[in-house]
C-alpha cells in the first residue's frame, strides 16, 4: 500500500480516488488557521496524507514509526529497504550519505528534542520528483518517514 501510495504523489484527489487508491473521505485541515493550506487524510493508522488546498494534489506520505504525541503508529508493511524499527546506522548503511541532513534540534515548551533528519532523494526514473526524509528522535531511532515531492510547486 505505501509504495502505491508513494506512486501517487503529485496526483489529486480526485485521481486517486477514482483509481481506487484512497477512499472518498473528506480532507481535514492540519489547523483552523485561515492560512493553512494543507489538508489531511489518514487512510490507515499511522498514515497521513497530505494535500495542498489549492489543487488537491498529494505532496506527502507521511509514515508514524514512533508515537510522540499521542498519534497513532503504522504497523503495516513498509517498501524494501525500510522496516519498521529502524535507526540512523541502519538507514545510512542500506542508503548511504544523505542528499542533504539536518542537525538535531530542541523543541519549543519542554518537548524534549529531536535527532535531526536525513533526506534522500529516490532514483527518478522510478519516482520522479519525489525524496524521502527520514526524521529522527534524540536516541536516533527513526520517528517517521515521510515521502514527498521534490518540488512541489508551491511554497
Known sequence: ????????????????????????????????????????QNPVPGVKLWFWEETKRLDQVMIILIQTVGQPVYSGQLPQPFKLDMDQQYVREVLGV???????????????????????????????????????????????????LINSGHD
Open 1 to 40: 500500500m505505501i509504495s502505491r501510495l508513494v506512486g501517487g504523489l503529485g496526483f489529486s484527489y480526485n485521481e486517486l480516488v477514482g483509481q481506487g487508491l484512497i477512499q472518498n473521505l473528506p480532507l481535514k485541515r492540519l489547523f483552523d488557521a485561515s492560512d493553512n493550506e494543507e489538508l489531511i
Open 98 to 148: 544523505p542528499t542533504e541532513t539536518k542537525p538535531s534540534v530542541k523543541l519549543p515548551g519542554g518537548l524534549g528534542g529531536r535527532g535531526g533528519t536525513d533526506i534522500y532523494y529516490l532514483d527518478q526514473r522510478v519516482h520522479s520528483n519525489v525524496m524521502v526524509t527520514l526524521s529522527y528522535l534524540e536516541n536516533l531511532r527513526v520517528n517517521n518517514i515521510s515521502f514527498s
